[in-house]
């Protein structure tokens, strides 16, 4: 079993920064290789995907609407993956989840994952 941690949302004006952190833990994810993907859902819309990066930190993924603003990322020991979310606006008003993916290289999609952060919500004002 894989527990994700999730911290860092908050309330932020336009055109400032914020940071979200992952920890994980559990034996399964030290055993197996997991790549960690970032989404985000708004009310009323679908859950989408905003980035995502491979177990071996060397490819990563974007959507076209976060492209250049923010950055994935995760650390030596594997355990943690952090959102850089910088140029926020008010469209990226959403909760935002992490998730870990068992055995998958790099994915958009939400059925490729197996584990879920319990999301925080993260609001731009105006």
């Known amino acids: 079993q894989v527990q994700l941690v999730e911290s860092g949302g908050g309330l932020v004006q336009a055109g400032g920064s914020l940071r979200l952190s992952c920890a994980a833990s559990?034996?399964?994810?030290?055993?197996?290789?997991?790549?960690m993907g970032w989404f985000r859902q708004a009310p009323g819309k679908e859950r989408e995907f905003v980035a995502a990066?491979?177990?071996?930190?060397?490819?990563?993924d974007y959507a076209d609407s976060v492209k250049g603003r923010f950055t994935i990322s995760r650390d030596n020991a594997k355990n943690t993956v952090y959102l850089q979310m910088n140029s926020l606006k008010p469209r990226d008003t959403a909760v935002y989840y992490c998730?870990?993916?068992?055995?998958?290289?790099?994915?958009?999609?939400?059925?490729?994952?197996?584990?879920w952060s319990q999301g925080t919500q993260v609001t731009v004002s105006s």
């Open positions: 559990g034996r399964a994810f030290s055993t197996f290789f997991y790549a």
């Open positions: 998730a870990a993916g068992r055995g998958v290289a790099i994915s958009r999609s939400p059925n490729d994952y197996d584990y």
């Open positions: 990066i491979s177990w071996n930190r060397v490819t990563t």
